[in-house]
């Protein structure tokens, strides 16, 4: 049986699993490193995988869709720069409000738009880049090695592989660039930056700006390449898991890509687990609660204290 | 030609007329000591100089020329450069990140480090303030610290100087090197503004002094033309007495006993090396040391905050080894700690509710586990007024108080609650001599009041005025024990630096300085 649980697929499917929440966690880590919490991760991604099937079914192109659903997250983000960076209002509070609001907004424009609650119609998804041929047993090692290899590396649709690579350019850039320097000094002293004279304001509101169209990606990855449809609600917790993975990650980019690969491998394995529920005798629900009781755990401290950036959460006034 | 002119500037905060029409000059290769009470307005007036803060009137001019400043950034650009108060450094960045953060060499937005740190080093050779460029803030001494935000202002091209409370957290050693460092500065042609409490710093390297007192300008003066009693006067408008006569400790019984006791910092080394002593009623124990020998890891053992791996610790027989801060409290401990706005403050709350926490729990302040505003308010006022803080009213941030008035309200919370036991470590951080005074004063009344007080300082002057009895610390050990006619300056200084020995107590080597020749009775 192990011989069955333990194939590519689930490794592929833990890698497809890991991109939405490590996109929404590199964004996540992004703003928390600014100094601004982003609860709204879930709603953002929401309202992104949602514009993404929308924008889809009405002109016809999922890559038009994706951009829609990147845009939509922008403009949800902004809101929350706006209130808690201008503003200056309590973050959680703004988060929670734009989540709830994402739920309701696109549950309503679900009546509007397509006259009933529930699910869309279903687009045609975005198809995996590469398609290598390859299968399995019976052609010897050397094959057996490249149905793994091309099942977990190369079976992918294109916001897999973006989700790497902007992992590792954002680990790049945040410590390469003058933007990650004063990222990294944002959230932890901002009055140390604005003394010498680079804009607090400016600097948190493009972080939460990429935060946000970094979800709305995540969102698009959930309904333009895994699902092919919009559910309402259907994120289900995953903004809230990819703080986790962020925190997990010590707030770093590739952090936060490795943390999601596991909560992504919790997912597959929770998946393929349900398959062979007949045969170990444990209940499903069982099998569901994996990802979330592995964030418990993660937020719980048990795999060791992170510190997250010193003023995080705190709005900042120009003395 | 005046490098940097102010002209009848003005600030006010709702309130507070913090600046009132100041006017000061600076020439080029001079130092000016700014000297005033706590609360007169000088950091408000450098903030303006620095543009964090825009002034209500009043001009500053610049090479004669008259400027807006408007932000920190266009202050840079003039020359002005500022240690702050209360350093603005970014903790877990480098030294080299720090220094050229908002102004980082590269191209596209890549910085080029390796041109960042040949910078840097450079800049810290020129003018012999030596720190590693790759080491984290975090793990820097203050004094370093410091040397790194100085490199930062140097970095940015500053000609003014400007160091608030530049020696407040530095040890003598520390105070001496950057008067050094300051001097050649100026040697190079910058000029210093210089702002301290500690009127022999001011006499040993100004060239002009500028006193201010309720936000005006209320005398100036060279070090020539006056001494430190004629400043103290200038500044409080009275009379000061530097050094505190107190009469001989009536001691009573033991009120804390501490026995052995090993703790370790928060790098999980040991930082306290079994320290045994105990402090008795009517008596005021000092720790003399050097900053990190253990003094901090051993007060937050004693006080609740950190728990000690071995040892015992008793509060007039009860035993609070364990005991946490509450618990700690409910014991009869209070704690002056030494960082107030790490451990003495929440910087977010008004006054009223920073001077009550910890009497939250207990009447009057709270009765069944509900607060009374009336009675917050009125111990708040009571505790304003018994301790001259400046400020409108209670219900002002403590982070809109001045430096000197934040440590007011800490001492004005922990001794109104009247402990079995005060813990004070560096109580008068920041103070004026005025309020030094004042502080002093409140210690030894809860000595003669029968309270025992555990006194850890830097400042050997308060340790000698001070003590009763005198432990020297070093490396986690107590290396020495004098009574406080035996001890002085010099004496003190060779225990605190290791010149005994670190295992060393005064019973083990025979011919030791036992009582020192000069002495330092009173
Ligand atoms: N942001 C602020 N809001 C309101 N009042 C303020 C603010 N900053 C300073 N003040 C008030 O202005 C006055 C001058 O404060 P300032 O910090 O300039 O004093 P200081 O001379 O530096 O004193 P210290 O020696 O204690 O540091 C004080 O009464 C203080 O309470
Ligand atoms: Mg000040």
Redesign the interface.
Known sequence: MLADIITPDLFASALRMATPLALAAIGGTICERSGVVNIALEGIMLCGAFAGVAVTLAVGNAWLGVLAAVLAGVVIAAIHAFTSINLRSDQVVSGTAINILALGLTGFLMEILYGHPGTTEAVTTIKPIFRFASERGGGGFVAEVWHWVNTILFSHTPIVYMAIIIAIAMQWAMY????G??L??LG??P????????SVLKGRWIAVLISGALAGLAGANLTLEQVGSFTENMTNGRGFIALAANIFGRWTPVGSYGASLLFGFADALQIKLQIFRGEINIPPQFFLMLPYILTVIVLAGVVGRSVGP?AVGKPYEK? | MPLLELREITKVFPGVLANDRVSMRLERGEIVALLGENGAGKSTLMNVVYGLLTADGGEVLVDDAPVKIKSPRHAIDLGIGMVHQHFMLVEPLTVTENIVLGREPGRLGVIDFATARERVREISERYGLRVDPDAKIIDLSVGMQQRVEILKALYQGARVLILDEPTAVLTPQEVTELFTVVRSLVDEGLSAVFITHKLEEVVAIADRILVMRDGKVVGETTPAATDEIGLARMMVGRDVVLRIEKGASKRGATVLEVEDIHVDDDRGLEAVKGISFSVSGGEILAIAGVDGNGQRELVESIVGLRRPKGGRIELKGNDITHANARASIEAGVSHIPEDRHRRGLVLEFDIAENIILGDHRTPPVARNGIMHPKAITEVARKRIADYDIRTPSERVDAENLSGGNQQKVVVAREIGRNPELLVAAQPTRGLDVGAIEFVHRQIIRERDAGKAVLLVSLELEEVLSLADRILVIYEGRIVKEFAVADADAETLGYYMTGGGGSKIDKDAIPGTPETPATGGDE
């Open positions: 390469n660039t003058r933007w320097l004063h990294r000094a932890e002293h009055r140390a930056v604005d003394t010498v004279g680079v010193a003395g």
